[in-house]
């Protein structure tokens, strides 16, 4: 079946610590991976995403790694601030050949930066 | 360029009522998928939409369904309402064969 296994469910750093969150999904037939944040109250917002002939992405202080061997994920937050604070999901899609693809979820992590 | 809307943002009603929320995709986007997310938990693919037809669906009883506008816009009803269905409904619209979804600010349903 599909699922996706998120962790840690909780994340507390200091404020210019780094930050790591890992996921490992079911599916090997899955090849695009997003990263997503929700805010308290808000909707879920694309922050990164992965596809599965690209090992490693980066963007300014966000870096996601993809192990396709292992079906492992994970999102990397250098130089953490305040306002990373938030909920982070990464999800994996299926291929089902060509069509826009439902985003498999994991469960969250709650990430607080403290100043 | 409007980003995804849906509409109302809260409700509250009571078991066993039916219930229509609604959601416009962002400019472009032909494609609207919708999620539930219940309290602390990550969002559960309900199904999507493409061409005014279902074209997945998730782990999801009858009483769930869907349209799609030729404008694109969806709906989604849920009926015989259960306390369970208390959640905050999301959806999501891309164009087709792409990946990247974008999500809307969701609906608050509150079943009492």
């Known amino acids: 079946g599909e699922n996706v296994e998120q962790h840690p469910s909780t994340l507390s750093v200091q404020e210019g610590d780094s930050a790591v969150i890992k996921c490992t999904y079911s599916?090997?037939?899955?090849?695009?991976f997003p990263w997503y944040k929700q805010e308290l109250g808000k909707r879920p917002q694309l922050i990164i995403d992965?596809?599965?002939?690209?090992g490693e992405k980066k963007d300014q202080r966000i870096a996601v790694t993809l192990n396709k061997t292992a079906k492992h994920f994970s999102l990397h937050i250098t130089e953490t601030q305040p306002e990373d604070s938030a909920v982070y999901f990464c999800?994996?899609?299926?291929?089902?050949?060509?069509?826009?693809?439902?985003?498999?979820f994991g469960t969250g992590t709650l990430l607080a930066v403290q100043p | 360029d409007a980003g995804v809307t849906q509409s109302p943002t809260h409700l509250i009603k009571t078991r066993g009522q039916q219930v229509t929320l609604r959601c416009s995709p962002k400019?472009?986007?032909?494609?609207v998928s919708w999620y539930q997310q219940a309290l602390g938990q990550g969002p559960q693919f309900i199904f999507q939409?493409?061409?005014?037809?279902?074209?997945q669906r998730g782990n999801f009883p009858d009483r769930f369904s869907g349209h799609q506008f030729p404008n694109y816009s969806s709906e989604l009803n849920v009926n015989a309402l259960l306390l369970g269905d208390s959640a905050l409904y999301l959806c999501?619209?891309?164009?087709?064969?792409?990946?990247?979804?974008?999500f809307g600010p969701g609906t608050r349903l509150t079943v009492l």
């Open positions: 999501a619209s891309t164009t087709g064969g792409t990946d990247t979804q974008y």
């Open positions: 599916d090997s037939a899955s090849n695009y």
């Open positions: 992965i596809r599965s002939n690209v």
């Open positions: 999800a994996a899609t299926p291929n089902y050949g060509g069509a826009t693809n439902k985003l498999i």
């Open positions: 400019s472009g986007h032909d494609t």
């Open positions: 939409y493409y061409e005014e037809e279902e074209r």
